[in-house]
C-alpha cells in the first residue's frame, strides 16, 4: 500500500475523543473490510455482554460473584443502594485517611508524621499500585514507597535495607482480599519479625486492605491496627488498582485519585457506544482477534514511549493473559486461549530486541503508547530546531514504519500527556477491551482456576516437606532419597522429595545431605540439630 493509500486509512481508522484529548490508530493493522463485516454479529454480542456485565450479571460462576470494578469509578451504576454507598464511603474514607496521614493526624508513636510505607501484596495487589507509583508520583511525595510483593526472603530484606532507620516511621499497608494468601501473609510475618526486632509496635504502624470480616481483617482488629479498608469480593485482583487496593497507596502519596477515577470513568463512558468505529476498546479487541485469527496466535509487544509508563507493559501482563489465558471456552471446548504480553520502553528498545521485531520471527503485533506532551517547560535544543523529545517521536514514528515495511503490525495509542486522569483512562481502556475480546472468542475472563491449581500444587509440596522433616527426626540411620520416598509412601514423588532436601540443606535446616551432588540417587540424608 503506497503512502497515499495510508494515509487514507489512517484517516478511516483514527479514533480521537476530544474530551481525553485520545487518539487510536489501527491502521497499521492489515484487516480488510470483509474482516470487519464478518466480526459484526460477534462484536454486537460482546457489546450485549459487557451491558449485562456492568448489571451486576454473575460473571464468576466459580465463585458466584459479579463484577463491578466499573461501579467504582460511577457509583451510580452499582445494582443496589447499598453498594453504591459502599463505594462512596470507602472513597470518603481513602481520602480522610491520607489527610490524617500528610497532616501528621495519624502518626507513629514517638514521630510526628509517617514518612515512609511498606506495601505487602502480590499479583494484582501489587502490579497496580507500582504501576500508578512509578507514573505518577511526584518527587517530593509526601511518603516513600516500598513494595514487599514476593516471598523471596532476600527481597524483603531489601526493602527493610532501603527503608533503614525510618522502619519506626514506616507504615506498613498489608493488601490481601482473604488473608491467607501465603505470599502476602509471609510477607506480614517478615515485616512484623523486622518491626520486633527493634522494637516497635507493629499494630500502630499497620492498615490492612482485605474482606470484610475476612482473616486479615479480624486479625487486624483484635491487633488494633491502625485502620482496615475493604476488597469487595466483586472486585477481581488484576482489576482493583482503582479500589482500595490502588487508591490508599496512590493518595497517600499525594496523587489526585478524583483524577484517576474521573478518566476511567470517561473512558467507561466512551467503550459503552455499541458501534466498532467510535469505541476504543472494540476496536482495539477487533485488532487483537485479527492478529492472533481470534486464537491468540501472536504475541502482544507493548512499547510505551515514555519513562513514566515503563510498568505499564508489566502491569497488562497480569490483566490480559490471567484474564484471557483459559483452556476452556464457555460451552467446555478445548480451546487454549490467551495473548502473551512483553514489553519494555521506547527508544530503549531501539537498542535491545526491535532488531528481532523487525526482521526476525513475525510471531507478534505492537502496541506503541505515545505520549504528545514531552515535559513541563521548555525544552533544550539538542541539535538546530531539534528537542529529545522530537528524537524520541521521531524514532517512535521510524520503528512504526520499518516494521510496517517489514509486514509487521502495529497500533499506536495517544494520549496528551501523563496524568491522573489519563493513566485513570488507559486502564479503564484495557480493562474494558480485555472483557470485549473474551466474549468475541467466547471465554471467561474473570475466573482464573490455573493459578488455584498452582496453589495447591505449592500447598502439597510443603506438606511434603513436612512429612520429609518428621520422618528424618524420628530416623536414626541416613536414608536415601528412595528409602525416605518409600517410607513417607511417597515413591512417586521422589523429585520433589530431592529437591525439597536440596533447598533444606542450602539452607541449613537441620538436613545434611551426604554423598555424590551430580548423582541425586546416591545422597543420604539425616537430621541433625547444629
Not at 486479625?219 to 469480593?233: I, N, Q, R, V, Y
Not at 482477534?289 to 501482563?317: C, H, I
Request: net charge negative; aromatic share 8%; glycine share 8%.
Amino acid at each position: 500500500m503506497d503512502n497515499a493509500a495510508l494515509w487514507q486509512r489512517y484517516q478511516e481508522w483514527l479514533y480521537y475523543d476530544e474530551n481525553l484529548g485520545f487518539y487510536l490508530d489501527i491502521s497499521r493493522m492489515r484487516f480488510e473490510s470483509g474482516f470487519v463485516e464478518q466480526m459484526r454479529s460477534r462484536l454486537a454480542k460482546a457489546f450485549r455482554d459487557i451491558e449485562a456485565l456492568e448489571g451486576g450479571a454473575i460473571a464468576n460462576p466459580d465463585e458466584n460473584r459479579m463484577v463491578g470494578h466499573y461501579w467504582l469509578r460511577d457509583p451510580d451504576l452499582a445494582p443496589t443502594p447499598e453498594l453504591k454507598q459502599d463505594i462512596v464511603a470507602t472513597l470518603e474514607k481513602i481520602e480522610t485517611f491520607a489527610r490524617q496521614i500528610h497532616s501528621g493526624e495519624i502518626h507513629p508513636p514517638d514521630a510526628s508524621k509517617f514518612t515512609d510505607i511498606l506495601s505487602i501484596g502480590i499479583g494484582g495487589s501489587a502490579l497496580g499500585p507500582q504501576f500508578v507509583s512509578e507514573a505518577l508520583a511526584p518527587i517530593d511525595a509526601p511518603l516513600t514507597l516500598h513494595f514487599s510483593d514476593n516471598t523471596d526472603p532476600e527481597g524483603f530484606d531489601k526493602a527493610i535495607a532501603q527503608i533503614g532507620d525510618r522502619l519506626s516511621t514506616t507504615l506498613v499497608v498489608v493488601i490481601s482480599k482473604s488473608g491467607g494468601t501465603p505470599e502476602t501473609r509471609n510477607g506480614m510475618l517478615e515485616a512484623k519479625a523486622a518491626f520486633s526486632a527493634r522494637e516497635l509496635n507493629f499494630p500502630a504502624r499497620a492498615i490492612a486492605i482485605t474482606g470484610t470480616d475476612s482473616q486479615l481483617d479480624r486479625l487486624a482488629k483484635s491487633e488494633g491496627w491502625l485502620s482496615t479498608f475493604p476488597m469487595e469480593d466483586w472486585v477481581g485482583g488484576r482489576t482493583s488498582e482503582l479500589s482500595a487496593v490502588g487508591l490508599v497507596n496512590a493518595a497517600l502519596q499525594g496523587i489526585d485519585i478524583r483524577a484517576l477515577l474521573e478518566g476511567a470513568k470517561a473512558m467507561d463512558a466512551t467503550t459503552r457506544r455499541p458501534d466498532l468505529k467510535t469505541n476504543p476498546a472494540a476496536l482495539l479487541a477487533l485488532s487483537w482477534y485479527y492478529a492472533g485469527n481470534g486464537k491468540g496466535e501472536k504475541d502482544m509487544v507493548v512499547l510505551p514511549y515514555k519513562d513514566s509508563l515503563l510498568l505499564f507493559s508489566r502491569y497488562l501482563q497480569q490483566l490480559v493473559m490471567e484474564s484471557l489465558g483459559k483452556e476452556k471456552d464457555l460451552d467446555g471446548n478445548t480451546v487454549y486461549q490467551g495473548i502473551a504480553v512483553y514489553g519494555n520502553k521506547g527508544s530503549t528498545d531501539q537498542h535491545a530486541y526491535v532488531q528481532q521485531l523487525r526482521e526476525g520471527v513475525p510471531n507478534f503485533f505492537l502496541t506503541f503508547i505515545e505520549v504528545l506532551k514531552d515535559r513541563q517547560g521548555a525544552s533544550v535544543e539538542v541539535e538546530e530546531g531539534v528537542t529529545s523529545g522530537d528524537y524520541l517521536s521521531g524514532l517512535l514514528q521510524g520503528t512504526r514504519q520499518a516494521l510496517y515495511e517489514n509486514h509487521r503490525d502495529s497500533i499506536v495509542v495517544t494520549i496528551p500527556e501523563v496524568n491522573a486522569r489519563t493513566v485513570g483512562a488507559l486502564i479503564a481502556l484495557y480493562e474494558r477491551t480485555v472483557t470485549l475480546y473474551a466474549s468475541l472468542i467466547n471465554i471467561n475472563a474473570y475466573h482464573q482456576p490455573g493459578v488455584e491449581a498452582g496453589k495447591k500444587a505449592a500447598a502439597s509440596v510443603l506438606e511434603l516437606q513436612r512429612q520429609v522433616v518428621e520422618t528424618l527426626q524420628e530416623t536414626a540411620a541416613p536414608l536415601s532419597v528412595a528409602e525416605l520416598a518409600d517410607k513417607i509412601g511417597a515413591s512417586d514423588r521422589v523429585e520433589s522429595i530431592y529437591l525439597i532436601l536440596r533447598h533444606l540443606h542450602a539452607n541449613d535446616r537441620n538436613i545434611r545431605l551426604e554423598g555424590n551432588f551430580a548423582a541425586p540417587s546416591t545422597l543420604k540424608a539425616s537430621c541433625h540439630n547444629g
